[in-house]
């Protein structure tokens, strides 16, 4: 691979991790996520098909992406994960997925047959009752079991947390304990605001209020910095001989915008250069016309502003002038 056929932004940013969004239907409801009054379902149509997306998919590969993540809204709903996950696994690419687990047991097989080593989950709390009240429907049992499959199964397994102020911070230390016995990751993000979700600043709970709940209850001493991984949004750490690790994801109060190389493909077909931009291509309405794709991608990505998807913070004015997708129609 050159450097002329890579994506590669006005920042000098190369973009070789590419984001697809499956679908964007869900078997919860978050409530940080999913707007209270659901989201428009549009017709089949006006989503990519399996050949579409796989197709698609090859190109980007193509322009240099090492890196693909299935998320959505739930990407294992969709009635054809399998095979997607089952053809793009056979791409020279390292394959993840980000998924609220509920249907994990039913897809070891197709996850070990594909390659798929790395499996983030979302969970928002140990307690069964605040967890079922947050994602809105009656699932801990199940997704709690399925973590377990998967770590029994030997996969890499990271745990998603929002934290969100009045709701969850007083589990963090909780969350911390998991990776006591177990290898798992447990990664803490800062509630961001998408559309429908009610997001105010005071709701997000900060990186450092955070890292100092994990300080107060296990002492700063205890705590090791690990290196970060290249590209990797998280800060990670970990607790003196603990089996797994947790890290910190800062995307409001301290954004990794600098070292970015992710490229979100929503499951319309729209290219987003940025989680919080408002600008979109139509990557799936110009492939239907066989047209030059690659020229719109690189086009995509050489309009992506320096920070924030040109946002200078996230004041006020940012979510009242936010005409952003609600998180479950971007894929997080
Ligand atoms: N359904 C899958 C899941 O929940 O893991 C994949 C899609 S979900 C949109 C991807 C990730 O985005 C999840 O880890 C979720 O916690 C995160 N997410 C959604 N809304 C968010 C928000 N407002 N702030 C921070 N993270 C959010
Ligand atoms: Fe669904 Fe994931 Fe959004 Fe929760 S965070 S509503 S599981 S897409």
């Known amino acids: 691979m050159t450097e002329q056929n890579q994506i590669t932004d006005t920042f000098g940013r190369t973009h070789d991790y590419l984001r697809i969004s499956l679908t964007e239907r869900c078997n919860l409801r978050c409530v940080y996520c999913m707007p209270e009054d659901g989201i428009k379902l549009r017709d089949k149509s006006h989503f990519m098909t399996k050949n579409e997306l796989v197709s698609i998919a090859k190109t980007f590969v193509k322009l240099g992406v090492k890196k693909i993540r299935l998320t959505g809204g739930e990407p294992l709903v969709r009635k054809d994960a399998k ?25 070891i097989a197709v996850f070990k047959e594909a390659g798929l080593k790395s499996v983030n989950v979302s969970i928002d709390s140990l307690i069964e009752e605040r967890f079922n009240s947050i994602s809105r429907r009656i699932e801990f049992q199940k997704v709690k079991k399925n973590i377990d499959l998967l770590i029994a199964e030997g996969f890499h397994v990271k745990l998603n947390v929002v934290v969100i102020r009045n709701v969850n911070e007083d589990e963090i230390a909780d969350f911390v304990s998991l990776a006591e016995h ?7 993000i800062e509630f961001m605001p998408f559309d429908g979700n009610k997001w105010e600043w005071d709701k997000k709970v900060s990186y450092k209020e955070i890292l100092s709940a994990v300080e107060s209850e296990f002492g700063n001493a205890a705590i090791v910095k690990i290196k970060d991984q290249k590209n990797d949004t998280t800060k990670c750490f970990q607790i003196q001989n603990f089996k797994g690790t947790f890290g910190i994801i800062s995307s409001v109060t301290n ?6 190389n992710r490229i979100r493909l929503t499951a319309d077909g729209k290219v987003k250069n940025c989680l919080f931009s408002q600008d979109e291509t139509d990557i799936l309405t110009s ?12 086009a995509a990505i050489l309009q992506k502003k320096k920070e924030r ?3 200078r913070n ?17 894929g997080g």
């Not at 089952?86 to 047991?105: F, Q, S, Y």
């Not at 177990?182 to 803490?188: A, G, L, M, S, T």
């Not at 492939?287 to 690189?298: A, G, S, T, V, W």
């Open 309 to 311: 998807g040109g946002h």
């Open 255 to 260: 954004p990794f915008c600098d070292t970015c």
């Open 287 to 298: 492939f239907r016309k066989e047209e030059d794709i690659e020229q719109l991608i690189r």
């Open 83 to 107: 095979e997607i996950i089952i053809a793009l696994g056979k791409l020279p690419v390292e394959l993840a997925i980000t998924t609220n687990a509920i249907l994990v047991d039913q897809f």
């Open 314 to 330: 996230f004041d006020d004015d940012f979510v009242e002038d936010m005409k952003n997708r609600s998180m479950i129609t971007i």
């Open 182 to 188: 177990q290898n798992v990751h447990i990664r803490f």
